[in-house]
């Protein structure tokens, strides 16, 4: 899939000027929207985790030019993502955030074409950082979870 870079970059340019803003709105949204994902926070100072998560963007935006070098970085992103407690079914959840807060934060420049370009941006973050993620089988599906468990009782 062909990122619209350019959209991207132009779109992220106005976001980087208001960042407490953008961070704010989204840990909040997300807690709101999602608060199953609370636990996993629970040991975390979110002032840092705000920061790291807005340099972790910033990183992507600049190295769209740099497939190798995003595929690398976002893989081991998500291998240390399993370690965090996350699982697959967090990505959409943290992804249907971050639209609502570019959508919120860019107002009148969040276009249809701005929206397609950040959720096929998010897809191929996703995939690449759950390629470095290798989830053991029976948190990916609930009938391998049922297996799993009916094998143990027998
Ligand atoms: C676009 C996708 C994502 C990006 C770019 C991202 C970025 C980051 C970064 C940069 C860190 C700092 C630690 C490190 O570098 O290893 C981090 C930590 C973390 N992320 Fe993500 N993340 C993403 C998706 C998610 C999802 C889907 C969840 C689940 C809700 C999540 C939950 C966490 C947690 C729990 C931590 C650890 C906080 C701690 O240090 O206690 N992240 N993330």
Redesign the pocket.
């Known amino acids: 899939m062909a990122l619209n870079i350019e959209l991207l970059e132009s779109s992220f340019s106005r976001i980087k000027a208001q960042e407490a803003n953008f961070m704010n709105y989204f840990y909040l949204t997300?807690f709101a929207d999602y608060p199953q994902?609370k636990p996993?926070?629970v040991?975390?100072s979110m002032k840092k985790?705000a920061k790291?998560?807005f340099?972790?963007?910033v990183f992507?935006v600049e190295n769209l030019h740099c497939p190798d070098v995003l595929t690398k970085s976002l893989k081991a992103?998500g291998t240390?993502?399993i370690q965090?407690?996350?699982q697959p079914e967090?990505?959409p959840?943290?992804?249907s955030t971050?639209l609502k807060a570019f959508a919120i934060c860019l107002d009148s420049a969040w276009t249809p074409n701005t929206e397609q370009a950040w959720s096929e941006a998010?897809a191929v973050?996703?995939e690449l950082?759950l390629s470095g993620a290798e989830y053991p089988i029976e948190i990916l599906t609930p009938q391998q979870n049922d297996r799993t468990v009916l094998s143990d009782l027998n």
């Open positions: 997300l994902v996993l926070f040991n975390t985790q790291q998560l340099k972790s963007l992507v992103l240390r993502h965090y407690g996350v967090h990505y959840m943290v992804g971050l998010y973050i996703t950082m």
